[in-house]
Structure formats: structure tokens, C-alpha cells
């Protein structure tokens, strides 16, 4: 069975820093692309980073770029989100996702296991 | 950014009504379209894929169809489990956008 366990979120003050982490188990991690997904409370969701299965090509969307740093570590099956520069706006649930439709060389990322999320409140 | 845009917001129906909801995108994404179903304080759920693809284990009442900018989600026969809201995504080029969800509720 696939499982996606996020930890790492909580409250945090703007502008400070957060790690999110996602353990995955169930299945071979180093074959699969990954990516953050969050969800602000009662809002949409909102793609957010995207890494490959070798980590050499990671995308970012534009509301997080240079703010957050996406990565893994296929030997430990972990995925993770090191948050910086953290505003109001980047509340929300964080939900590790597997992507079955990208390959190394193109991504086309739709999301076929989601974790349980964790989420993260950024306010004084 | 391909924006991606659902009709309606949200309806109202009743178990055993046939409900179809549509996803336009902004520019052609082919059939990179995939559909997903998220329950309150749940993880969202994949339901379908490649625009018509049904994901292992949905049950056969989903059908997914469209290519090019228009797509919809049918849902045959509605059930008591299938009150929800429904996502689109396109995964045709970055960034990656999800639409701004359906909200099925009872009648």
C-alpha cells in the first residue's frame, strides 16, 4: 500500500522558515516524480513544486520561487520543502503527491497518491 | 499560466441524478487533463487521468471526455458517497493549474 506521511508543519511567524517532510513507503520512490500541492483554508488547490525522480529538474510555481526549495533523498525515501521568507499567504495544507505521468526527461505531473497534508499557519 | 475554468461552481442534486460538470481551459492541453474528488478535511482523490482514463478502483458511474479546451466530468448515476467537490488539472505545461472546484451538494 502506498503511504505519503507529511510532517513539519505549524505556526510560524511572517517571515521565518519552515521543513516540511514527506515519508513515502509502498512503493519504489526513486521511480517516481514528485510534488507539493497545498490548499489555503476553504480555498482551491495550488500546484507548488515539482521535483524528478533524479532531482534534476525541479520546477517551482511563481507565487514560491526563490522563496522555497524542493528535494529528496531517494535513499531514505523522503521527500522534502525547506519554506523560507514565509508570508500569510502561504498558509495552508500541504499535501505531499506521487506523479504516475512524468518521466526523467518530461514532466506531465498528474497526482495519483496524496498524503494526509500538514499544515502550515504563518501569522503573528 | 493555462487558466482552467469549471461550470458550475456548485449544483445541487439528488442520489440517482446524472450530473456532468465542465472544465474549459484557457488554451488547448490536448487530453493532459485529469479529474479528482475531495470530501471535507480529506486528501483530494484521483478519479481520472489522460481525460478519460478511469484511475483503478473508481467505480464505472465516472466518465471523463474531451480533448482540446473543453472537457467534462459525468457522474451516471449519483450516490449518497459522491456528494463533494470535483478538480480539474491540466498537466500539459508548466505551471501546472487546477480548476476552481465543483461543489456537489444534495438536493
Known amino acids: 500500500e502506498v503511504q505519503l506521511v507529511e510532517s513539519g508543519g505549524g505556526l510560524i511567524q511572517p517571515g521565518g522558515s519552515l521543513r516540511l517532510s514527506c515519508a513515502a513507503s509502498g512503493f519504489t520512490f526513486s521511480s517516481f516524480s514528485m510534488s507539493w500541492v497545498r490548499q489555503a483554508p476553504g480555498k482551491g488547490l495550488e500546484w507548488v513544486s515539482y521535483?524528478?525522480?533524479?532531482?534534476?529538474?525541479?520546477d517551482y510555481a511563481d507565487s514560491v520561487n526563490d522563496r522555497f526549495v524542493m528535494s529528496r533523498d531517494n535513499a531514505e525515501n523522503s521527500l522534502h520543502l525547506q519554506m523560507n521568507s514565509l508570508r500569510a499567504e502561504d498558509t495552508g495544507v500541504y499535501y505531499c503527491?506521487?506523479?504516475?505521468?512524468?518521466?526523467?526527461?518530461?514532466?506531465?505531473?498528474?497526482?495519483?497518491?496524496w498524503g494526509q497534508g500538514t499544515l502550515v499557519i504563518v501569522s503573528s | 499560466a493555462i487558466r482552467m475554468t469549471q461550470s458550475p461552481s456548485s449544483l445541487s442534486a439528488s442520489t440517482g441524478d446524472r450530473v456532468t460538470i465542465t472544465c474549459r481551459a484557457s488554451?488547448?492541453?490536448?487530453?493532459?487533463l485529469a479529474w479528482y474528488e475531495q470530501k471535507p478535511g480529506k486528501a483530494p482523490k484521483l478519479l481520472i487521468y489522460a481525460s478519460s482514463t478511469l484511475q483503478s478502483g473508481v467505480p464505472s458511474r465516472f466518465s471523463g471526455g474531451g480533448s482540446g479546451t473543453d472537457f467534462t466530468l459525468t457522474i451516471s448515476c449519483l450516490q449518497s458517497e459522491d456528494f463533494a467537490t470535483y478538480y480539474c488539472q491540466q498537466y500539459y505545461t508548466y505551471p501546472w493549474t487546477f480548476g476552481q472546484g465543483t461543489k456537489v451538494e444534495i438536493k
Open positions: 503527491v506521487r506523479d504516475p505521468g512524468s518521466t526523467v526527461l518530461t514532466p506531465k505531473p498528474y497526482f495519483d497518491n
Open positions: 521535483i524528478n525522480s533524479r532531482s534534476s529538474s525541479i
Open positions: 488554451q488547448g492541453i490536448s487530453t493532459y
